[in-house]
Structure formats: C-alpha cells, structure tokens
C-alpha cells in the first residue's frame, strides 16, 4: 500500500541554519503530498501542499517540491528560527482516501 | 468555536474499562477523521464520516472501536474493554468539503492511557 518515509530526528540546529528535511513516498498513482507541523502544546497543521509533479510549496519560508521522478518531497527552509522547533510530519493522499503521515521528525533549534 | 475541540484532552483506564471520546469539529466542515497516533509514531487513520455517514473505517483495528457522528456535527469515539496497546493519543480532525483528501483541521488530541 501507499506511504511516507521520513528522515529520522531528532534534528538539531543552530538559528540561522539551513533546514532539510528528508522525505519520499511509494504511491501507485498520482497523489497531493503535504507537510504537516505540530507546534508544542498545539494540533497539527497544514504547512504547506503540492498536488501535482514539480509543483513548489511554500509557507513560513518553508518549500517543498514535488519530485516524482525521484519520488520525494523534502522539507527546506534557508535560515531556520527557535519557533521553529517543532515535529514536521511528510503526508500523501490519494482522490477519496484519507491522508497516510509519515512518522514524524523532531526539529530543535536552538539560540 | 473557532477549531476543533476534543474533550477529555487526558484520560486514564485501568484495562477492561470502557471509554468514550468527544469531537466538537468545526461548524459547517463536512468530513470528520479520526486517527490514532501511538508515541513516536506518526497518525494512523481510523475512520471518515461525510456528515453522518461513516464512509470509511477500515482503519479500526478491532471490533471494540467504535465511532459515530448521528447528527453530522459531534463524533464520537468509543472503545470497548480497553486494552494496554489502545493507549495513544486519538486525534480527530476535519475539512471543510467531502472527499477524504485534503488540507485538514485537527484537534489537540485525547491523550488516552490504559493501565
């Protein structure tokens, strides 16, 4: 069936750092793929979303492109901040399936 | 309110009891979720109304789940004779049209520990 590996964590950074977060999928079609964060204390939310082959999401200085030749979806920001800290979750979805989450991945970014 | 509220956010069973979980979605969102995420673990899909209609919940993992929606707002999760392995944190989730995929709303979680 479809799903998500993700780099494990935890991943740890200095402010200021570039941030990659490494994730790639096995899907049998063509499914939207998205990053999901869960802030400490908060519900997980949408980061950001690509829902064909080459497309860019971006939010928060965070993108992510959809490689369908390579099957991935890494997480990129260029100067990671301390609100950054947080679990980033890589997540596919098939047409009329519920979204399938990869394991997660903690960020600490320290001052 | 304004974002999904689950209700209790902690609760602890001793093993054989039943429990009951709360989701207050949000207003007018039509596809309801429930997943199941153990420590460390990423979110595994329960079970999807559209409204009241539960359309999907191959994700159950036995037959002492069960979880209902009757009125297309409030859902509600049960689980019967709780197990040691059921403790996990049950998310529930949202989105505002039908289909399964899609940007979701989420809740903070019912943190449930089975002793």
């Known amino acids: 069936g479809d799903s998500v590996t993700q780099m494990e964590g935890p991943v740890t950074l200095s402010e200021e750092a570039f941030l990659t977060i490494n994730c790639t999928y096995t899907a049998t079609g063509y499914p939207s793929l998205f990053w999901y964060v869960q802030y400490p204390g908060e519900g997980l939310q949408l980061l950001l979303k690509a829902t064909k082959a080459d497309d860019k999401g971006s939010n928060k200085g965070f993108e992510a492109t959809y490689r369908k030749e390579t099957t991935s979806f890494h997480l990129e920001k260029g100067s990671v901040q301390v609100s950054d800290s947080a679990v980033y979750f890589c997540a596919l979805s098939q047409a009329g399936t519920a979204l399938i989450f990869g394991k997660g991945t903690t960020l600490s970014v320290s001052s | ?115």
Do not use: M
């Not at chain 2, 009891?17 to 007018?28: E, M, N, Y």
């Open chain 2, 1 to 115: 309110g304004a974002g999904v509220s689950q209700s209790p956010r902690y609760k602890v069973a001793k093993r054989g009891q039943d429990v009951a979980l709360r989701c207050d979605p949000i207003s007018g969102h039509v596809s309801l979720f429930w997943y199941q995420q153990a420590l460390g673990q990423g979110p595994e899909f329960l079970t999807y109304f559209q409204n009241e209609a539960q359309l999907d919940k191959s994700g159950l993992p036995s037959d002492r789940f069960f979880a209902e929606r009757p009125e297309g707002s409030v859902s509600t999760l049960k689980i019967q004779r709780t197990q040691q392995e059921d403790s996990a944190v049950y998310l529930c989730a949202c989105a505002v049209g039908g289909g399964a995929a899609g940007e979701l709303f989420f809740g903070e979680g019912s943190r449930l520990t089975v002793l």
